[in-house]
């Protein structure tokens, strides 16, 4: 009997005690050592909001939470514990004497909110911004004092005036709001509305793939000192004075971040909508502001996204693949009624599926029809050629997948809008065919007038007869000439830089073609009249002879004055080069020298013995033996090559040609050439 009454006395104590350290309803500040329980509450100083404990309907569970203090029917604007509910009878948010800012529980461990490193005079208080703040109090009882904890660093499903969505450089915290998983469950659930910085630009996720975008953030009105900014595809715009919305977006060495106030546009704002607003992403992704009456509209509805459109009402809706056997006319619509007997149903009762995962899985099912959130799970109802029976006054309320006609007017417009592509379509098409009729025309004018230039060329009186070509048919030089557009730009337009030298044709030049081939271009010069017949013979000559040992002919180009002959880029020069430069013949060691002298004599005895017509070369020196990248050498410059037929021993001329120092004494002096002519050039060479 004494034992019962000590135990009534202690549980007296300790109730009165417990009832003094909780805090006044109307406190805006919570102090160190004092409690707040399921029926006590926090007050902000102008009474605009209230922190307590929150139950949602028909739920045991409690969540510590921040609401507008003259609407508790709405839901809370932030919870602390969304994810890990307490019983509400058993809740306790306080301040240890350690410093601790915990929701204390008697079914597990504490959930711990912040923790001090030193204890000492730290205490919670309610702003009229919605924040809720943790500080350690200057000694001195100034309110002054450093900010270790706000709530407005961990948003939840609301953004407020002042909140901030982004990235803090410093801690790397992200700030994001998250959904709640279903209407009346606050866990978090599928979408979330984040800032992208890169972009500025609000992005609504779901599962982490992009369902919604706001578009650029851009200047939308300067004047009457004020500068207000607009999102491309967010609504509404602030116009007319009701959606009062000030955006911004801070970028410094700490923080990227975009929040928005409100402003006050005098005569226009309502009342209600002068202080308050709060957007809200709810479970479905749209994000609407939960002010006073009359409220304001949907900012942006993600909803309303498919994939498949993100012009008009989807405005902001991202496109991606969607299933074959769903068109962009199809959409989900929440009516009245139910299906008949004729479809089969479809329950999945996993605890982890929310109302946008259910919508998904009938989506891509191609013969689901309609879909119900469940309090746990989804039903759903699959037959191609099911019925749904509207019924108003029904209970049930399911989302049925509907076809949405287009507008008549939407039908006329992408008519006209379709006639006027095929118009300029064929316009294109009709300009386009006549340039490349006329560009094919120029072309063969053009490609005439060359062979006819080279049929003037060819009947040009010199020392190479057509004639003494076997099998040639009159035909001359069996070539495809090279466009002058793309001489031009293999040579940079004949630019200095790729110029190699200059002779009595005229000047040589280095190109490189589109595929990489590198050539040497050989131009006429305009004053050589003996220019014009070595072009001829050189022409005529090369492109019938083919050795390893003589430098082969690609091409040649005619165009109006410009006469060009295209050879292979030699790209170790001459042998001159290195016989008369000290430096360089060094390189020349007696097994590169007789590989030399004899890959010359090979080319002069397939001249001389082994080609179509036997060749007097004329003109062979030091600088007309060119070496390729492996240093053999090929004989070139055939522009004072003489023809001989075979039964003829030597020829006269009165135009000698050539380089004195390499002339044979006959022909120097008398004009008399032949085979020999060659072999005592090479001679000079060899010594």
């Known amino acids: 009997m004494q034992t019962a009454s000590v135990t009534a006395i202690i549980s007296l104590l300790i109730f009165q005690s ?12 919570l102090k160190q050592g004092e409690k707040l329980n399921s029926s006590s509450y926090l007050v902000s100083a102008k009474r605009v909001f209230t922190l ?30 969304r994810d ?9 948010f306080t301040i240890t004497s350690a410093g601790e800012v915990i929701i204390a529980h008697d079914r597990a461990d504490p959930i711990e909110l912040y923790s001090a490193k030193s204890g000492t005079n730290i205490t919670a208080t309610l702003l009229d911004s919605g924040n809720l703040v943790v500080k350690e109090i200057e000694t001195n009882g100034s309110s002054e004092g450093k900010v270790l904890w706000q709530s407005f660093d961990y948003p939840t499903d609301v953004l407020l005036p002042g909140m901030k969505l982004g990235v803090s450089r410093r801690t790397g915290r992200n700030w994001t709001l998250t959904s709640w998983f279903s209407g009346n469950n606050p866990a978090s659930g599928a979408f979330t509305l984040e800032w992208d910085s890169i972009r500025r630009r609000l992005v609504i996720r779901r599962r982490g793939m992009v369902y919604w975008t706001s578009g650029d953030l851009k200047l939308y009105y300067e004047g009457n000192n004020l500068k207000l900014h607009a999102f491309d595809y967010m609504f509404p715009k602030p ?14 060495q700490d923080e990227q971040y975009f929040t928005y106030s409100l402003f006050l546009v005098p005569y226009l704002t309502d009342e209600a909508q002068r202080n308050i607003s709060s957007w809200r992403l709810d479970y479905q992704g749209n994000v609407k502001d939960y002010d006073m009456p009359p409220y304001r509209d949907y900012i942006a509805q993600a909803d309303k996204c498919y994939g498949y ?8 809706c991202e496109l991606w693949e969607i299933p074959k056997c769903r068109n962009r006319y199809q959409e989900f619509s929440l009516e009245h009624g139910n299906f008949g007997f004729t479809v089969d149903y479809l329950f999945d009762n996993s605890s982890k599926l929310s109302h946008s995962d259910c919508r998904d899985s009938c989506w891509n099912d ?24 509207n019924n108003y006054y029904s209970r049930t309320r399911t989302y049925v997948i509907i076809s949405v006609p287009p507008k008549k007017r939407a039908i006329w417009k992408w008519i006209l809008i379709s006639a006027a592509i095929v118009v300029f379509l064929l316009s294109i098409l009709g300009a386009t065919s006549f340039f490349l009729l006329r560009k094919y025309k120029e072309g063969r004018k053009k490609k005439i007038e060359e062979l006819q230039e080279l049929e003037e060329l060819m009947k040009l009186e010199g020392y190479t007869e057509e004639s003494e070509f076997e099998n040639d048919g009159g035909k001359g030089p069996h070539l495809r000439s090279f466009t002058y557009a793309s001489i031009l730009a293999s040579t940079n337009c004949f630019s200095l830089s790729n110029k190699l030298g200059e002779g009595g044709f005229g000047p040589v030049y280095k190109g490189k073609m589109v595929e990489g081939r590198e050539i040497a271009i050989k131009l006429l010069s305009r004053r050589s009249e003996q220019g014009l017949l070595e072009f001829k013979t050189e022409l005529i ?6 050795h390893r040992n003589l430098v082969k002919l690609l091409d040649f180009c005619i165009h109006k004055n410009e006469k060009m002959i295209i050879y292979d880029y030699m790209p170790n020069g001459s042998l001159d080069f290195y016989l008369f430069d000290p430096a360089k013949s060094g390189q020349l ?18 001249l001389h013995k082994y080609s179509r017509v036997m060749i007097v070369h004329r003109d062979l020196k030091a600088s007309n033996i060119l070496f390729d990248e492996n240093m053999n050498p090929k004989i070139s410059d055939f522009g004072m090559a003489r023809i001989f037929k075979r039964d003829v021993a030597e020829a006269n001329t009165y135009k000698r040609a050539g380089t004195y120092g390499y002339m044979a004494p006959e022909y120097a002096m008398q004009g008399i050439f032949s085979v020999k002519s060659d072999i005592y050039s090479f001679g000079v060479l060899i010594l």
């Not at 000559?541 to 083919?546: D, E, F, G, T």
Request: glycine letters at 10%; charged letters at 15%; a neutral charge.
């Open 239 to 252: 116009e007319g004075g009701k959606f009062n919305y000030n955006f911004m977006n801070v970028s410094n």
């Open 309 to 316: 459109n993100n012009k008009g009402y989807y405005s902001g």
């Open 84 to 92: 890990i509910p307490v019983y509400k009878d058993s809740a306790i």
């Open 52 to 81: 307590g404990f929150y139950t949602p309907e028909n739920s045991h569970y409690s969540y510590l939470g921040i609401w507008f203090t003259t609407n508790i029917t709405w839901n809370p604007v932030w919870l602390a514990n």
């Open 541 to 546: 000559l090369i492109s019938k002879l083919q």
């Open 366 to 389: 191609c013969n689901c029809v309609g879909f119900k959130e469940e309090e746990i799970g989804c039903s759903y109802w699959r037959g191609k050629n099911a019925r749904f029976n």
């Open 589 to 606: 060691n007696w097994e590169r020298r007789f590989n030399i002298i004899e890959g010359i004599a090979q080319g002069l005895l397939y």
């Open 18 to 29: 417990f009832s003094l350290l909780l805090v006044s309803s109307y406190d805006h500040t």
